[in-house]
């Protein structure tokens, strides 16, 4: 069963999850994979950031990493109670690794007042260790 969703600050719109997994999936497979992005879905604006702990293992982990990142399909419940999509864990070379996707205001002020629209919103995808938390 999954957890009800957290009410919205004042003037932030709910998004639509369908809608935001899907773009948080498409923004994730761009980043990391250099996927193109849906047929239909505009083109996401955003990031990537590579925490020190995980840039500290050296190259080829940080490109294992983003491929690793890029290629997550399973979202169980209790780790995405929301269903949104936009963080998660896998393993690299017997090391755990997360990702999250923040979403922010087009000039990276504050948060998205409208997290599904693409024209409010740039995303980051930050990969860390668990040790950088």
């Known amino acids: 069963?999954?957890?009800?969703?957290v009410p919205?600050?004042?003037?932030?719109?709910?998004?639509v999850p369908s809608v935001f997994a899907a773009q948080n999936d498409a923004f994730r497979h761009h980043v990391c994979n250099d996927a193109p992005f849906p047929a239909g879905?505009?083109?996401?604006?955003g990031g990537l950031v590579i925490s020190s702990a995980i840039?500290?293992?050296?190259?080829?982990f940080v490109l294992d990493c983003m491929k690793a990142v890029g290629e997550i399909e399973a979202f169980p419940a209790e780790a995405d109670p929301c269903g949104f999509r936009d963080?998660?864990?896998t393993c690299v070379a017997g090391r755990t690794?997360?990702?999250v996707i923040d979403h922010y205001d087009r000039e990276?002020?504050?948060?998205?007042?409208?997290?599904d629209d693409p024209a409010l919103t740039s995303r980051v995808l930050t990969i860390l260790s668990p040790s950088d938390y």
């Open 1 to 5: 069963m999954r957890n009800p969703p």
């Open 8 to 15: 919205c600050p004042r003037g932030v719109r709910a998004p």
């Open 41 to 45: 879905m505009p083109i996401l604006d």
């Open 55 to 60: 840039r500290r293992v050296g190259l080829l």
């Open 87 to 89: 963080r998660g864990a």
């Open 97 to 99: 690794v997360w990702f």
């Open 108 to 115: 990276m002020k504050f948060g998205s007042p409208a997290h």
